[in-house]
C-alpha cells in the first residue's frame, strides 16, 4: 500500500503558516491521483483548498498518537520540518523537557529558568546507565561518552553548537561538572576542582552582554579532559578560536564590554584596587558605549569567584594584581586623548599632560615620552634610512586602539596558557581524554563582517564532518544488521568549504591583498567578482544586486551577505612595531613577558614594511587552528549538542516557532532527519513489532516465534517490497510505513470492536428480557403471598385484642387494691413512729440538760485554770525565746564561721577532728554542768525542806502563844473581802478575754474565707500556669528534638567527610610513598606487624587521647628517681598511689605532680606545712572562744540558779541539742567516701582501710579479670584485632575482643598502673580503626568490630566518673577517658555508616532495575537501545539476598533492633530513592503493567520486612513514594474525578513528579491509552492547590544520611571465667586474676 492511501478522509496533516510556520489541518475529503486541490479544515473550522499539482506536493501527513512526544525525533513516523517542530514544541511546552534526541544529535533547548534537574541526585541517576535507559539529558551524552572512552579505550568528543544565548556556555558547564564529578571520585584529587576553576576566569575574559545573551562567548574553545587508566581525572587542556577583539574597543548600544572590566570597576573601592585609579564604568570609553548593567548580577560577588578561581588554579595574588592591572591600563589607554594640528590635521600629538596617559604608562611600566610618540608616529625605512612619519588623527586613533586590542589579546592568550599550566597532568601522560567543543554557531545579522564570515566558516567544516559521521553510523546500523542497502546521497557542502579555504579561495585573494602595497577592500571584492563569477561562476557565489562593496555565499544553514569593509584590517590585525618594543621595555615583568613570547610566536619578519606588522594574518592563523580542530575531531569519536534558543525575549518556557526553524535549519538537525528519512529512519525489534501488531498477524502468535510472524505477515500488510526490510534483530520500515501500519491496526481493532458491541448488545438484551419476565413473575407471586399474609395477621391482630384487654382490666383492679393495702400500712407506720420519736426526744432533751449544765460548769472551771497557766507559760515562752534568740545567732555566727574556713580549706582533715574533739569536750562539760546543777538542785531542795519545817514550827510555836481568836477573825474577813474582790477581777478579765476570744474567731472565720478563695485562685493560676508551661515545654521539646536531630545528621555528615578525606590522605601518602622510589631501607610487611601498637594520641582523633603527656615518666621510674632524691627536711620522699590521691585532693594535677622534682617538691611540702599550721591556729583560737562562751553561760547558770528552774531546765536542753547536731554533722561527715578516703590516707592508723566498703568493693572488682604483661600488649593487640581473619572473627563470640581488652585494661587499672591502662586502651582503639579500614567492603568484618567497638564505649562509659554518681557499686576507671569515649563514639558512627556503605554498593548497580523490571515481562515498551543481560540478572531475590546478608551480620553480632532498624530504614531509602530517579527518567517503565510489576517486587520487599520485625515506621515511609508512583501508573487517569483522586493519593510525591510520570506515562498494550495533556494540565491546576511538604527537586537526594543514635545499654557483666577465648587467637600469655 503506497503512502498516498493515507491521504483519505479524517487524516491529519500540516500547512505552511506565516506566524506559526506550519499549522496541523485535517482531510475533508479523500485525495485522488487526479485532484489538483485538496479539501482541508483547519483548527478554527474554517475549510480552504490547498493546491496540490503533483502527488510531491502534498501536505505533510501527521505522526499518529503513538508518536506523540517521542523523546527521539528519529522515531517518528514521518520526518519532516513540522513533525519535527511539533515534537518540540509538545515536549517543551507541554512537558517541560528541554532535552530530545536526534538520532546521535541532543537538542537542547533553552528553558530561560533554573531547572532543578542538574543536582548530585541526577548525577548519580545517570551516572552508570545507558543512553537508552533514561530520558535525554546532557549527562546522558556524558556519561555515553565517558563509558565508550573507558569500554573501547578511544578519545571522545563532544560537540556543543547553537547560537548566541542558546545555552552552549551553561551545556559546556555542566558536561565538565559530570566529568569533574564522575572521574574525580577514584582519588579525590583537586584537578576537577581546578577543571572547574576554570569556567568563571574564561567567562570573565571571554563572555560579554550581546543583544541576544546577557553571558555570551566571544571565542571558541575546546577543552581536552585527561583521564587515567581508572577512569579518573588527571589533567586538562584548553584551546581557544578566534577571540572578538573588536569589542574591546566598540560595543553597540544594547552590549557590553568583557565581563572583566565591569568586575574591576565594580570592586574598585578594594584597598588592593585603589592603585589602579579606576572609577565607575561610564568614565571610560571603552566600557561607556552600551549598557552597563545586567539583570541580576552582582560584579562585585562574581570579581570574588574570579578571584578565588584564579587562586585555585595557582595564580598567586601578586600576579592577579599585575593582571588586573594590565586591565586597568587598556581603559586608561582608552581615554587618551589624540589631538590633530595643522591645516588638513595631517598631524597627531598627545598632551603631555595627558592624566589617562600618565596612569596607563605607569600601570603597565613604559616610558610615557615614548608611548606618547610612537602613538603618532610610524617607522619608515627607505634605502637603508629610517624615517619617522606623522599620522592623522584618525590614524592614530585607530593605532591606540589595535594596541589595546593586541594588549588584551597577549592578556588572553597568558591566561589560556596559565590555565593549561595549572590543569597539565602531574601524574604521567593521559590515557584517553574527552574533548568539550563549545563554539559559536551559524550567525546573520543585517551587517555581516569578518568576524561572521570566519565563525560561519567553522561552522561549515563541522557540518562536514557531523554530515559524513552521521552517514557513517547510518552504514554501520545497516552492515551490523546484514541489510542489503544502496547509497544514501546526502548534501555534502564540500563546494562552499572550497569556496573559502581552496585555491584562490575567499581567504588565499585576501591574504594576497593583505599582502599588496596599496591593498584595500574594494580592489579586493572586485578580484572575487572576476575570479568567481566573471572567469568561472561558482555555484555558492553570488553578487548583490544593489551594491558592489558586498558578496552573498550559499552556506549549508542559509544565504548571508557580507559587508567587505573592514575585512583588510581585520586580516592585518596591524600592530606597529614600534609599540611592541616600548611595551617589551616595560618594568612590569607580566607586561614584558607577554610582548616577549608575543615576539617569540609570531615570528616578526624583517622587511621593510613586514617587520612592522605581523606575518601571518587572522584568516591564516584560524584556518591552521581549524584544521588542527578537525583533525583531532575527526581522530576521535564524536558526540553532538545542538542548543535551540526558543525566543528572543529571554522568557522562560516561551516557544517561537519561527526561530526555532531558522536554528533546526542552521544546526543540521534537518540534515540529520533528512539522511535518516532517506533510509529506514523506523525500526522495530521483532518482539516489539510482535507485541504491537499482533492483531495483524496470521497464524501462530506465539512469542518464541516472532520472528517468523512478523516475516510471514508483512509482505501481506505492505504489498510494495521497497519499503520494508528484515535484519537479524530489527525490522526496518521506509518513512510512513508504521503510520500505515497503525492504521491497518486502528481499522481491525475498529471491526473487532463493532463485532464485540454487536454481540454485547445482543447478550444485554437477551439478558434484559429474561431479567424483565423473571422479574414479573417474583412480583406476582410476592404480591399474592402479601394479600394472604396480611389476612393471616388480621385474623392474629383480633384474638389478640380480646386476650389484652382481659389481662388488663385484671392488671388495672389488681393494682388499686394493692395501692389502697399499701397506703394504710404506711399511714399506721407514720403514726406509730410520731408518738415514739415525741416521747424518745423528751427524754433525751432532760438528759442534754443535765449534761450540759455539767459541762458549762466543768468548762468555766477549766478556762479558768487554762487562762491562768496559759499567761504564765506565754511569760515564760518570751523570756526563753529571747535568751534563745541570742544563743541561736551566736551559734549560726560560729556555724557560718566554721563553714566558710571548712570551704576555704578543704582537704584540711585536722581541723575537722579538733571540732570532733572540742565537741566530745564541750558534752563532757555540759554533763559536768547538769551534775552540778542537779547537786544544787538538791542542795536548794533540802534547804527549802529545811525551812518549810522551821515555818510551820515557828507557825505552831505561834499559835500556842496566842491567846484570844479575834484577830484571828478580822483576818479571815480580809482574806474573805480579798478573795471576793479577786474573784470579780477575775470574772470582769474573764469576759474581757471572752470578747476577745469571740472577737478572734470572727477574724479568724473571715481570714479562713479569704484564704480558702485565695488559695482557690492560687491553684487555678498555679493550674493554668502548670498547662503553660507543660506546652511550651513540649513546644520546646520537640524543637530541641528536631534541632538535635539535624546537629546529629550535620555531625555524622562531617564525620562521613573527615573519614572521606583521612581515606584521601592515605591514599595521597601511599601515592607519594610510590612515587619517592628506593630512597632507603624499609621494613617488610611482617616487620611492622610485629611492632608494638603504642599509637600516638594524634593517631586516634584530632583530639589527643592520652590522659597523660609523653614526658610522663612510668611509675617504675618516678620510684626510682624519688627514693635516691632528699627533699628539704633531709628526710625521702615516696612517690606512691596514695600520695598522687592526696595531691589530687590538694588541688594539684597528675601532670604538674609528674613534674615535681627536688626543691619544687620541697617548697610544696613546705606550703601545705604552713598551710596547716595557720588552720591549727585558727581552731586553737576557735577553740579559746568556744570556752570562753562556754564559761559565760556557766556563769549566767549560776546567776540565774536563785530563779526559776524551768529557765535553766531550758537552757541546759538548748546546749544539748546544739552538741547532738554537731556530733550528728560530724558522723554524716565521717561516712561520706571522699572524706573516709582522704582520712584514711593521712590518718592510716586512725582510720583502717581493711573494713571499709570500698577496699571490699574494689578487692571485689579485681577478681574476674585478665592480667597483660606490658611486653604482650602488642601481641594481645596483632592476634586479637589485627591479625584475625575473616573466618575467625564470625566465629567469635560477639564483642569477645571488647570484653578481653576492658578486662586487661579494668586489671592494669586497679594494679595501679593508668599509663599502662591508657596506652592499651589507645592501642586497641587504633588498631580497632585499622582494621575498620582494612575491612571496608566486608560486611560480617564490618559488623564485628562495630559491635566491639561499642561494647568497649559502653564499658568505659558504665565505669567512668558520671556512672559513679548514678550507681555506687562500681568502682571507677582512675584514668581519663573522656577523650577515649569520644573516639569510640565517632568510629562506631564511622563503622555503622561503613556497613550501610557497603550494602548500598553492593545495591547500586542493580537495584532499579531489580525493583522496576526484575523478572522478563512482555511489554510493547520501545527502547533506542538496552544493555546486554547477562547470567546474574537484576532481581528481587538478589535484592532479598543482599538485605538477608546485612541482616545475618547485624543479628550474628547481637546488634540492638533499634540500630538494625534504622539501618534498613535508611537502606530501604535508598533503595526507594534510586528506584524512583530511575523510573522518573525512563519511558519504558511508565506503563500500568509496569507499575503492576512494580508493586509486586514492592509487596516481596515489604513481607520481607515484616517477617523479620523491621517494618518500622521509617522503612515504610521510605517506600510511600516509590509505592506511590506504582499506583499512580495503575489507576485511571481520563476524568476530573481520576485526577482528584490522584492529587489526594500521591501525598508522599511532589507536584513535578507526578507530572513527570504522567508525561512519561507510555501505554504497552492494546488496553492501555496515552495521557492526554488536557489531564496533565488538570493535574497541575490542582496541584498548584495542593500545599506540598515535598521538596521542589524532580529527584530524590540518594545520598541523604539520616543520623543515627545509639541505644543506651547497659553493657552485661563480664567475668573471666565466663569467656570462651578459642586457641586460634594465640592469647595463651593472658592470666586470669
Not at 544565548?165 to 584529587?189: C, L, N, W
Not at 533492633?1457 to 525512563?1482: D, G, P, T
Request: hydrophobic content about 40%; aromatic content about 6%.
Amino acid at each position: 500500500m503506497a503512502t498516498l492511501q493515507l491521504y483519505t478522509k479524517g487524516a491529519n496533516v500540516w500547512t505552511p503558516d506565516p506566524d506559526a510556520v506550519w499549522v496541523s489541518a485535517q482531510l475533508v475529503q479523500d485525495y485522488t491521483p487526479d485532484d489538483k486541490h485538496v479539501l482541508l479544515r483547519v483548527s478554527g473550522g474554517k475549510e480552504s483548498l490547498y493546491p496540490v499539482a503533483s502527488p510531491s506536493d502534498l501536505p505533510p501527513l501527521a505522526n499518529p498518537d503513538i508518536s506523540e512526544g517521542e523523546n527521539d525525533l528519529t522515531a517518528l513516523s514521518f520526518l519532516h520540518e513540522p513533525a519535527i517542530l511539533h515534537n518540540l514544541r509538545v515536549r517543551f511546552l507541554d512537558y517541560n523537557s528541554i532535552y530530545t534526541y536526534c538520532g546521535i544529535v541532543l537538542v537542547a533547548v533553552n528553558p530561560y529558568d533554573e531547572l532543578p534537574i542538574y543536582g548530585e541526585e541526577v548525577i548519580d541517576a545517570y551516572s552508570g546507565q545507558d543512553m537508552a535507559e533514561l530520558e535525554p539529558h546532557i549527562f546522558s551524552v556524558a556519561e555515553n561518552a565517558y563509558r565508550t572512552m573507558i569500554r573501547e579505550e578511544k578519545n571522545q568528543s563532544i560537540i556543543i553548537s547553537g547560537e548566541s544565548g542558546s545555552g552552549k556556555t551553561v551545556s559546556a558547564k555542566f558536561t565538565m561538572r559530570y566529568f569533574a564529578v564522575v572521574g574525580g571520585a577514584a582519588q579525590q584529587t583537586s584537578v576537577e576542582d581546578k577543571v572547574l576553576a576554570s569556567n568563571p576566569i574564561m567567562e570573565a575574559i571571554g563572555n560579554a552582554k550581546t543583544t541576544r545573551n546577557d553571558n555570551s562567548s566571544r571565542f571558541g574553545k575546546y577543552i581536552q579532559i585527561g583521564f587515567g587508566g581508572k577512569g579518573d581525572i588527571i589533567g586538562a587542556n584548553m584551546s581557544t578560536y578566534l577571540l572578538e577583539k573588536s569589542r574591546v574597543v566598540f560595543q553597540s548600544g544594547a552590549e557590553r564590554n568583557y565581563h572583566i572590566f565591569y568586575q574591576l570597576c565594580a570592586s574598585r573601592q578594594l584597598p588592593e584596587m585603589r592603585s589602579l585609579k579606576l572609577a565607575a564604568p561610564e568614565y571610560f570609553r571603552y566600557t561607556n558605549q552600551g549598557d552597563a548593567k545586567i539583570a541580576g548580577t552582582d560584579d562585585v560577588m562574581e570579581m570574588e569567584r574570579t578571584r578565588n578561581a584564579f587562586t585555585i588554579l595557582g595564580i598567586l595574588p601578586d600576579q592577579q594584581i599585575e593582571l588586573f592591572r594590565i586591565l586597568a591600563a587598556v581603559l586608561h589607554l582608552g581615554n587618551v586623548k589624540i589631538s590633530g594640528t595643522g591645516r588638513t590635521s595631517d598631524r597627531s600629538y598627545i598632551d603631555a599632560d595627558d592624566s589617562s596617559m600618565a596612569v596607563f604608562c605607569k600601570l603597565l611600566g613604559v616610558e610615557a615620552a615614548h608611548m606618547a610618540h610612537w602613538l603618532c608616529h610610524r617607522r619608515l625605512v627607505l634605502a637603508g634610512d629610517t624615517l619617522s612619519k606623522p599620522m592623522t588623527g584618525q590614524q592614530a586613533i585607530e593605532a591606540r586602539d589595535a594596541l589595546a586590542k593586541h594588549i588584551y589579546e597577549q592578556m588572553f592568550q597568558w591566561t589560556v596558557h596559565r590555565l593549561n599550566s595549572a590543569l597539565r597532568s602531574q601524574a604521567g601522560r593521559a590515557k584517553t581524554f574527552i574533548g568539550v567543543l563549545d563554539i559559536y554557531g551559524f550567525e546573520t545579522f543585517e551587517r555581516n563582517s569578518f568576524e561572521q564570515f570566519c565563525i560561519n566558516y567553522a561552522n561549515e567544516k563541522l557540518q562536514q564532518q557531523f554530515n559524513r559521521h552521521v552517514f557513517y553510523l547510518e552504514q554501520e546500523e545497516y552492515i551490523r544488521e546484514e541489510l542489503t542497502w544502496s547509497r544514501i546521497e546526502f548534501s555534502d557542502n564540500q563546494q562552499c568549504i572550497h569556496l573559502i579555504e581552496g585555491q584562490l579561495g575567499l581567504l588565499d585573494l585576501l591574504d594576497e591583498e593583505c599582502r599588496m602595497p596599496k591593498g584595500s577592500d574594494d580592489s579586493w571584492i572586485q578580484k572575487l567578482y572576476d575570479q568567481h563569477l566573471t572567469s568561472r561562476r561558482h555555484p555558492n557565489f553570488r553578487k548583490p544586486r544593489t551594491s558592489n562593496t558586498a558578496f552573498v555565499i550559499l552556506h549549508f544553514a542559509d544565504t548571508v551577505q557580507y559587508q567587505c569593509g573592514g575585512f583588510l584590517d581585520k586580516n592585518r590585525d596591524t600592530v606597529f612595531e614600534e609599540l611592541v618594543n616600548v611595551m617589551k621595555a616595560s618594568q612590569s615583568e607580566l607586561v614584558a613577558e607577554l610582548f616577549q613570547q608575543q615576539g617569540k610566536g609570531s615570528g616578526v619578519a624583517n622587511g621593510r614594511r613586514a617587520h612592522r606588522e605581523h606575518k601571518l594574518t587572522v584568516g591564516f592563523q584560524f584556518r591552521q587552528s581549524l584544521q588542527m580542530l578537525m583533525e583531532t575531531l575527526n581522530s576521535t569519536t564524536p558526540h553532538y549538542v545542538r542548543c535551540i534558543k526558543p525566543n528572543d525575549l529571554k522568557e522562560p518556557f516561551m516557544f517561537d516557532p519561527k526561530r526555532t526553524v531558522q536554528q533546526l535549519r542552521a544546526c543540521g538537525v534537518l540534515e540529520t532527519i533528512r539522511i535518516s528519512a532517506a533510509g529506514f529512519p523506523s525500526r522495530w525489534t521483532y518482539e516489539e513489532f510482535f507485541l504491537r501488531y499482533r492483531v495483524l498477524l496470521q497464524g501462530c502468535q506465539r512469542w518464541e516465534e516472532a520472528r517468523l510472524a512478523c516475516q510471514q505477515a508483512l509482505p501481506q500488510l505492505i504489498p510494495a517490497l521497497d519499503q520494508y526490510v528484515f535484519g537479524k534483530t530489527k525490522v526496518f520500515f521506509r518513512a510512513g510505513q508504521v503510520a500505515l501500519l497503525e492504521r491497518l491496526r486502528a481499522e481491525r481493532l475498529r471491526a473487532a470492536a463493532v463485532k464485540l458491541q454487536s454481540c454485547v448488545r445482543g447478550w444485554l438484551a437477551r439478558i434484559y428480557y429474561s431479567r424483565t419476565l423473571r422479574a414479573i413473575v417474583v412480583l406476582q407471586r410476592y404480591w399474592r403471598g402479601a394479600l394472604a399474609r396480611r389476612l393471616a395477621q388480621t385474623l392474629r391482630y383480633t384474638k389478640a385484642a380480646l386476650v389484652i384487654q382481659k389481662i388488663y382490666r385484671m392488671l388495672v383492679d389488681r393494682r388499686m387494691f394493692l395501692l389502697v393495702r399499701q397506703a394504710t400500712i404506711i399511714i399506721q407506720a407514720f403514726v406509730r413512729g410520731t408518738l415514739t420519736r415525741r416521747q424518745y426526744r423528751l427524754f433525751v432533751a432532760e438528759r442534754a440538760a443535765t449534761l450540759l449544765q455539767a459541762r458549762v460548769r466543768g468548762w468555766l472551771a477549766r478556762r479558768s485554770f487554762t487562762r491562768l497557766r496559759a499567761a504564765v507559760v506565754l511569760a515564760q515562752c518570751c523570756v526563753r525565746r529571747k535568751a534563745a534568740r541570742k544563743e541561736l545567732l551566736k551559734l549560726k555566727t560560729e556555724a557560718r564561721s566554721v563553714e566558710r574556713y571548712r570551704e576555704l580549706n578543704k582537704g584540711m582533715e585536722v581541723k575537722l577532728m579538733q571540732l570532733q574533739m572540742r565537741a566530745d569536750q564541750e558534752a563532757r562539760e555540759s554533763a559536768a554542768l547538769k551534775e552540778t546543777l542537779r547537786v544544787e538542785r538538791e542542795v536548794a531542795a533540802t534547804e527549802l525542806a529545811a525551812l518549810r519545817a522551821k515555818i510551820e514550827k515557828l507557825e505552831a510555836h505561834q499559835r500556842d502563844a496566842t491567846p484570844s481568836p479575834a484577830p484571828c477573825s478580822v483576818v479571815s474577813q480580809e482574806t474573805e473581802q480579798e478573795r471576793m474582790r479577786a474573784e470579780e477581777k477575775a470574772a470582769q478579765e474573764l469576759l474581757q478575754l471572752k470578747h476577745e476570744v469571740e472577737t478572734l474567731q470572727r477574724e479568724k472565720a473571715s481570714l479562713s474565707a479569704e484564704t480558702e478563695r485565695l488559695s482557690a485562685c492560687l491553684l487555678q493560676q498555679e493550674q493554668a500556669q502548670e498547662a503553660l508551661v507543660q506546652r511550651a515545654a513540649s513546644q520546646a521539646t520537640a524543637a530541641v528534638s528536631a534541632e538535635l536531630d539535624e546537629e546529629k545528621r550535620k555531625h555524622q555528615g562531617l564525620l562521613r567527610e573527615f573519614t572521606r578525606l583521612e581515606q584521601r590522605y592515605d591514599n595521597l601518602r601511599d601515592m607519594s610513598q610510590l612515587t619517592e622510589g628506593t630512597r632507603g631501607l624499609r621494613r617488610s610487611d611482617s616487620a611492622l606487624s610485629s611492632e608494638p601498637l603504642s599509637p600516638s594520641p594524634q593517631s586516634l582523633t584530632p583530639r589527643s587521647l592520652s590522659p597523660f603527656p609523653s614526658a610522663f615518666p612510668s611509675p617504675e621510674e618516678v620510684r626510682r628517681v624519688s627514693v635516691t632524691s632528699p627533699n628539704t627536711e633531709g628526710g625521702f620522699t615516696e612517690w606512691t598511689l596514695e600520695t598522687e590521691q592526696l595531691m589530687d585532693k590538694m588541688g594539684l594535677t597528675k601532670e604538674s605532680g609528674g613534674e615535681l622534682k627536688g626543691e619544687d617538691l620541697a617548697h610544696a611540702y613546705d606550703t601545705v606545712r604552713v598551710a596547716n599550721k595557720f588552720l591549727e591556729s585558727q581552731l586553737l583560737s576557735q577553740r579559746n572562744q568556744w570556752a570562753e562562751e562556754v564559761e559565760r553561760l556557766r556563769c549566767q547558770l549560776l546567776r540565774v540558779s536563785s530563779g526559776s528552774s524551768s529557765h535553766q531546765q531550758d537552757l541546759l536542753e538548748a546546749s544539748e541539742q546544739e552538741c547532738a547536731r554537731l556530733r550528728k554533722e560530724l558522723k554524716e561527715l565521717r561516712n561520706s567516701v571522699p572524706f573516709r578516703r582522704l582520712l584514711t590516707q593521712v590518718l592510716p592508723s586512725v582510720f583502717p582501710t581493711d573494713g571499709s566498703p570500698l577496699a571490699q568493693q574494689k578487692a571485689a572488682a579485681a577478681a574476674g579479670l585478665l592480667e597483660c604483661r606490658r611486653r604482650d600488649d602488642s601481641k594481645l593487640i596483632k592476634n586479637l584485632i589485627t591479625d584475625v581473619r575473616a573466618d575467625v572473627g564470625v566465629s567469635l563470640a560477639p564483642g569477645l575482643a571488647a570484653s578481653v581488652v576492658f578486662l586487661c585494661v579494668r586489671q592494669a587499672d586497679i594494679r595501679g598502673d593508668q599509663t599502662a591502662a591508657s596506652s592499651l586502651c589507645c592501642a586497641a582503639v587504633a588498631a580497632m580503626k585499622t582494621t575498620l579500614k582494612k575491612h571496608n567492603s566486608d560486611l560480617d568484618m564490618t559488623a564485628l568490630w562495630l559491635k566491639n567497638i561499642s561494647l568497649l564505649h559502653d564499658l568505659l562509659t558504665q565505669h567512668g566518673p558520671k556512672q559513679l554518681r548514678v550507681r555506687e557499686d562500681l568502682s571507677p576507671l582512675t584514668f581519663d577517658i573522656g577523650n577515649l569515649s569520644h573516639t569510640l563514639s565517632e568510629l562506631r558512627i564511622q563503622a555503622y555508616q561503613q556497613l550501610v556503605s557497603i550494602s548500598e554498593q553492593r545495591l547500586q548497580s542493580f537495584i532499579a532495575a531489580a525493583l522496576l523490571e526484575g523478572e522478563d515481562i512482555p511489554t510493547g515498551s520501545r527502547r533506542r537501545a538496552g544493555p546486554a543481560e547477562g547470567a546474574d540478572a537484576p532481581t528481587v531475590a538478589r535484592v532479598l539476598k543482599e538485605l538477608g546478608a546485612l541482616h545475618a551480620a547485624m543479628s550474628g553480632q547481637a546488634l540492638p533492633a533499634a540500630l538494625m532498624e534504622h539501618a534498613f530504614h535508611q537502606l530501604v531509602y535508598f533503595m526507594s530513592a534510586s528506584a524512583l530517579n530511575s523510573l522518573l527518567l525512563r519511558k519504558d517503565v511508565c506503563s500500568c503493567s509496569r507499575g503492576i510489576h512494580i508493586r509486586l517486587n514492592l509487596s516481596q520487599l515489604e513481607e520481607w520486612l515484616r517477617d523479620r520485625g523491621l517494618q518500622t515506621e521509617g522503612a515504610m515511609s521510605s517506600l510511600a513514594p516509590l509505592i506511590q508512583a506504582a499506583q499512580l501508573l495503575q489507576v485511571g487517569k481520563n476524568s476530573e474525578a481520576d485526577a482528584r483522586a490522584l492529587v489526594r493519593a500521591c501525598t508522599a510525591l511532589s507536584g513535578q513528579q507526578i507530572v513527570k510520570i504522567l508525561t512519561n506515562y507510555t501505554p504497552h498494550g492494546d488496553i492501555e491509552e496515552r495521557v492526554s495533556l488536557n489531564f496533565v494540565r488538570l493535574v497541575q491546576g490542582l496541584l498548584k492547590d495542593r500545599i506540598d511538604a515535598q521538596p521542589r527537586q524532580l529527584l530524590l537526594e540518594v545520598k541523604r544520611v539520616f543520623p543515627v543514635t545509639f541505644p543506651v545499654e547497659v553493657p552485661p557483666a563480664i567475668h573471666a571465667d565466663n569467656l570462651v577465648i578459642p586457641d586460634s587467637l594465640k592469647l595463651t600469655f593472658l592470666r586470669r586474676v
